[in-house]
């Protein structure tokens, strides 16, 4: 919003602070092992907490990706994930998190990519709550953001995956993420189908470049033509696939 | 070398010191400044009366209110101060406000209403040069020409073995200071006007804002140090004339300080350009023809874009002794932003295509890039780049040398290949002239006293941008004199109590503190030791000046507080122009700095990302004064550099700014400065010079942007020659086969 503002959008005339509400800056292992986080945790608490760096390596690293410290230290996770083209959401897609609303008549909790294909609460003044994510044990997690700097500087291309193969090295489950920009990060389902089941042959690997591109349908900008985009979504999930065949 | 805080250091880095932009004074009024809509438009109308209604709104001005000069320029006034009939880009200024706050003032800004005709947008050289253009200024749309011409070019390119032929282009590039433009602005009691604003020249904002608002020079004083930044940027006016006349208007102090996105809109850039360089070589690698083209975008103003495209020319063949030389340069208006004074001066610009051409050419003969400089590279004694006289030093040759080790060095170690990136290494060299250049007017001087209170005061009209001129002034001062910095008060930045030094600009600071002290020492010592003479009845010859007062065989014998009591001041002045070469040749320069820049990059092969991971710089320069001052000025030139070559660039769409704010226009973050910023300073001049410590404000960032460029080259293959470079192009050129390996 703050950011917003700069660019001439006014503030909303008033304000509910959900500061003071403990419960939702708070992580907490559930009794599944998956990790819940509190919407409202403040992004560096997230990225350093000893559950979020043991358990889900990749989301500390992503939200390092995010901003600068100063960023850090105000902006939530849950602000984050609404904001809808937030770092942390191409991470958080791949390991198929769940997000929690509070609602009129209950909590209601949904897929994030549910949430995100149609960018609306599930009811009328929903509160998210809280973002539960799985400890990705049994696979491998990628992650990469491509800005025009090194850091404190909006995601040009940005890609997540979570993949876990089967004994017989075929993919048992895949999940490609790509965003950027203002594309909201999606998953890219027609090139994920085209994997499993199926051993990572250089042959396949070449061959998924154009479906990449074409799912991804990342938009450009001044700065980063949509073609630059899908390239690197492409080149950036392939040369992950190829690298830890 | 003794590694010395500045003076300025410890309050800067505690946050404790006050710019010109945290003042305020009691019942100080916030101004605004409206600024045009559109890129190029007429005024059809022009109503306050709805703003002036807003409660809290104290004074409004529009050209009416200007009582003299509607116009400002360092050299030529034709921006206009507030504008009446019509707009020449979107910094244009129509109107300013003064209220009791910034939200009443930027309130204000709204209600005034202006009626405008838009007009045709000549947002490009090209455009503004097309024979239907209409005329952004009543001389047409060339700003100004300059040239160079030696031999017969064509004939010399007839003889050529090969001749290289490239058109590069550069970006606009934002100075990016940290304190956006502004201060306050106080009406005195006795009709006079104290102005609180930072610039790198007080006494010619004093002359241009007399012009302005009619108002003798003696009744204004500029308090104009220290800057938050400046690199060229606040040489010209700013926001001083609406302050002024609003302070007058109201009678009230008025404060005027930029946002980013105001600054962005109305502050000058570096000028873009596109060159074209034909160079051509004989069978030994001999340079025999150098043809260049410069076409300058302006934008609306001149300022000093004249001088900016005379000095382009003038370095079109840099270092390089060339039979034939032809070079044409074009400084063009437009309706885009308005170009002017940023570090480096049209030399960054023209060194990156000469150098680019450098690389080229050997590898079109098939020698060693470094061989094909040695071979061409100016000796002590030859000409300048126009064939007039210069300070004879071996400056070109010794950076040359010095980078030619350190990329052997580099080339030796490269870092092991991996799968996704490549590595490559690249150089370039330079020279860069110091002060304005013959035939322009560019007087310095200082002051040296003893005050009633026994402090040695050393008084110039420099400014402080955080370039360290004030280091420079304590280390030159104590040196000449050997008194402790204790014992110094240095004053700067206010024209009621400096002598003029001239602008601080050029890399001239350092130099003409030093010629200074080498002119007031002898007298002002020669005073101070009668008087201690007189004071002790010791001989004269037996006394020095020392830590603390005048010593007499290690011992001080009289503080400068004994000796100053109870007499008049000492004072000691002097003032004398900036050394020029004997040949009157116009705008050539005399005093050069060189630099060696070897850098090495890493290129993502999958991204089209590149990482400079290494910056080397060989600087020539005369004797360092201030080794870490020194060492600021070329890696904070260094890394200025780097966001030129890789990122920097104010995309302007139809006269409009694309980057309206710092979240676009991105300039390096610590994580895009390489770890190994490495300096070798060559400090020997020949022992007849006696022109002394040049400066080195600019010379850090002229040659950083080849030598990344050829490092691109040497990793990938891929030759720019376009600024910045592009991720976007970088990947294309890969794709288009120059590189396959590992690619999908």
């Known amino acids: 919003m703050q950011m917003q503002r700069e660019q001439g959008v006014s503030f909303p005339p008033h304000l509910i602070s959900l500061e003071r509400i403990q419960e939702l800056a708070d992580i907490e292992e559930t009794v599944d092992g998956s990790i819940r986080i509190g919407a409202l945790t403040d992004l560096e608490s997230c990225r350093t907490h000893p559950l979020v760096r043991r358990k889900c390596p990749i989301l500390s690293e992503a939200i390092g990706a995010i901003a600068s410290p100063a960023v850090r230290n105000r902006g939530t996770i849950g602000g984050n994930v609404l904001y809808g083209v937030g770092d942390a959401i191409p991470v958080l897609l791949a390991l198929d998190a769940r997000l929690s609303w509070f609602c009129e008549n209950g909590i209601r909790s949904e897929w994030i990519n549910d949430y995100l294909s149609k960018q609306e609460a599930p ?9 539960t994510v799985a400890s990705p044990v049994k696979g491998r997690c990628f992650f990469r953001k491509i800005g025009r700097r090194e850091t404190f500087v909006p995601s040009v291309v940005t ?10 090295h075929t993919i048992k489950e895949i999940r490609m993420v790509a965003g950027g920009g203002v594309n909201t990060p999606r998953r890219l389902k027609m ?55 | 070398m003794e590694k010395k805080i500045r003076p300025d250091g410890r309050e800067k880095v505690t946050g404790r010191l006050k710019y010109l932009t945290d003042l305020t004074f009691p019942e100080m ?34 050209h009416e209110d200007v009582p003299a000069l509607n116009g400002f320029g360092i050299v030529t006034p034709d921006q206009p101060v507030l504008c009446k009939d019509v707009v020449r880009y979107v910094g244009d200024a129509l109107a300013a406000v003064a209220a009791d706050s910034i939200e009443i003032a930027a309130r204000a ?26 005329f952004l200024h009543p001389g047409g749309n060339v700003l100004h020409r300059a040239g160079f011409q030696k031999g017969d070019i064509q004939a010399a390119f007839s003889q050529c073995a090969k001749i290289v032929e490239e058109t590069y282009e550069v970006p606009r590039q934002l100075h990016a200071y940290m304190e956006t433009e502004g201060g306050v602005i106080v009406p005195e009691k006795d009709g006079s006007l104290t102005v609180y604003v930072g610039t790198q020249h007080g006494f010619k904002d004093r002359f241009q804002l007399s012009r302005i608002l009619g108002m003798p020079e003696e009744k204004i004083r500029i308090i104009s140090s220290p800057m938050g930044g400046s690199f060229g940027g606040k040489d010209e006016l700013n926001i001083q004339p609406y302050g002024a006349l609003l302070a007058l208007a109201t009678g009230r102090p008025v404060k005027i300080h930029q946002t980013r996105q105001e600054s962005m809109r109305s502050s000058i850039k570096r000028h873009p350009m596109k060159i074209t360089m034909k160079t051509g070589v004989d069978q030994t690698g001999r340079l025999r023809a150098h043809q260049t083209t410069i076409t300058a975008d302006t934008g609306a103003y001149a300022t000093l874009g004249p001088a900016i495209l005379d000095f382009a020319v003038e370095h079109a063949c840099g270092p390089y002794i060339i039979d034939a030389v032809d070079t044409k340069g074009l400084s063009v ?37 470094l061989e094909l400089r040695r071979l061409n590279i100016r000796r002590k004694e030859d000409p300048g780049p126009l064939g007039q006289r210069i300070a004879p030093t071996n400056g070109a040759l010794e950076v040359l040398e010095s980078a030619a080790r350190v990329y052997h060095a580099k080339k030796q170690h490269m870092p092991k290949r991996s799968t996704w990136k490549r590595t490559g290494t690249g150089l370039a060299v330079t020279m860069h002239g110091g002060g304005l250049g013959f035939g322009r007017m560019d007087p310095a001087g200082g002051r040296l006293s003893l005050t009633e209170n026994g402090k040695v005061e050393i008084a110039f009209g420099f400014e402080e941008a955080g370039q360290g001129i004030l280091a420079v002034i304590e280390a030159v001062t104590t040196e000449a004199l050997g008194c402790k910095k204790e014992d110094l008060s240095i004053v700067i930045g206010d024209t009621a109590f400096v002598p003029s030094s001239g602008s601080t600009t050029a890399s001239r600071g350092t130099s003409m503190v030093w010629h200074s002290l080498q002119r007031l020492k002898g007298p002002f010592i020669k005073q101070l030791l009668q008087g201690a003479a007189q004071r002790t009845g010791i001989e ?35 003032q004398f122009d900036f050394p020029v070469s004997p040949d009157p040749i116009d705008s050539a320069h005399f005093l050069y700095t060189y630099s060696g820049v070897v850098a090495q990059v890493e290129v993502d092969l999958l991204t089209g990302k590149i990482k400079v991971t290494e910056l080397h710089q060989s600087t020539a320069a005369g004797p360092v004064v201030n080794e870490l001052g020194y060492r600021g000025q070329i890696e904070g030139g260094g890394v200025m550099a780097l966001g030129y070559t890789l990122m920097e660039d104010v995309v302007m769409k139809e006269g409009q700014y694309a980057t309206e704010n710092l979240d676009s226009y991105l300039i390096p973050g610590i994580g895009d400065v390489p770890f190994q910023l490495e300096l070798e300073a060559i400090e020997t001049l020949p022992l007849e010079d006696h022109y002394g410590p040049r400066g080195v404000g600019e010379i850090g960032t002229v040659a950083v942007a080849p030598a990344v460029a050829n490092a691109i080259y040497d990793a990938i293959g891929f030759r720019v020659s376009c600024l910045p470079v592009k991720p976007e192009a970088v990947l294309q050129s890969m794709e288009r086969g120059i590189l396959h390996e590992n690619r999908f």
Not at chain 1, 222 to 236: G, I, K, Q
């Open chain 1, 123 to 131: 009811a009328k003044a929903a509160i998210l709550t809280d973002i």
């Open chain 1, 159 to 168: 890609v997540a995956m979570y993949r876990e193969m089967t004994d017989r």
């Open chain 1, 191 to 245: 090139c994920e189908r085209e994997l499993i089941g199926k051993e990572l042959t250089d042959d396949l690997i070449v061959s998924l470049s154009a479906g990449i591109k074409e799912e991804a349908a990342l938009i450009g900008d001044v700065f980063a033509s949509a073609d630059y985009r899908r390239t690197v979504a492409a080149n950036l999930l392939l040369a992950a696939l190829q690298s830890d065949r």
């Open chain 2, 29 to 62: 009024l916030w101004a605004k400044v409206l600024r045009s809509a559109y890129p190029h438009a007429r005024i059809l109308s022009l109503s306050t009366e709805k703003a002036r209604k807003l409660p809290g709104v104290r004074a409004i001005i529009t």
């Open chain 2, 109 to 134: 800004l709204e209600l005034i209403e202006v009626h405008y005709e838009p007009l045709p947008v000549l947002d490009s050289p090209e455009k503004a040069l097309a024979k239907s253009a209409p």
């Open chain 2, 333 to 369: 208006f437009t309706n885009n932003g308005v170009s002017g004074e940023f570090r480096g001066f049209g030399g960054n610009q023209i060194t990156f295509a000469l150098e680019g051409q450098m690389d080229r050419l050997a590898a079109a003969i098939g020698m060693d890039a």
């Open chain 2, 540 to 574: 004269e010859e037996e006394l020095s000046i020392g830590p603390g007062g005048i010593w007499k065989e290690g011992r001080c014998m009289l503080s400068f507080e004994s000796l100053a009591a109870g007499k008049e001041p000492i004072v000691v002045s002097t």
